[in-house]
Nanobody, 120 residues
Framework: QVQLVESGGGLVQPGGSLRLSCVAS????????MGWHRQAPGKQRELVAL???????HYADSVKGRFTISRDNAKNTVVLQMNSLKPEDTAVYYC??????????????WGQGTQVTVSS
């Protein structure tokens, strides 16, 4: 029984910033990676950024130089700092974790999603 809870979404003007947080809780044995995906209306869900347990990061080309992903292993938390936001960043953002729960096999878990709207 693992849950991912996102926070920090909202409405922001173009060029502004937003900080998304995700906390994993429950009977967690080990977290291998955490990241963020997003889905805009009429589009497929896409990877935005991820960070592994070893600290390796990956970003979608569209957000490189603007977004930064970080983690706090002690708190099972991942943060996505989004700067220089553009209208095309508007989407529902989903937290994702590759983890093993106690007594269950390793698999992906997903948060409920948080809306990010970039508009003037």
């Amino acid at each position: 029984q693992v849950q991912l809870v996102e926070s920090g979404g909202g409405l922001v003007q173009p060029g502004g910033s937003l900080r998304l947080s995700c906390v994993a809780s429950g009977r967690i044995f080990s977290i291998y990676a955490m990241g963020w995906h997003r889905q805009a209306p009429g589009k497929q869900r896409e990877l935005v950024a991820l960070i592994t347990s070893g600290g390796t990061t990956h970003y979608a080309d569209s957000v490189k130089g603007r977004f930064t992903i970080s983690r706090d292993n002690a708190k099972n938390t991942v943060v996505l700092q989004m700067n220089s936001l553009k209208p095309e960043d508007t989407a529902v953002y989903y937290c994702n974790a590759d983890l093993k729960g106690i007594g269950v096999p390793r698999r992906d878990y997903w948060g409920q999603g948080t809306q990010v709207t970039v508009s003037s």
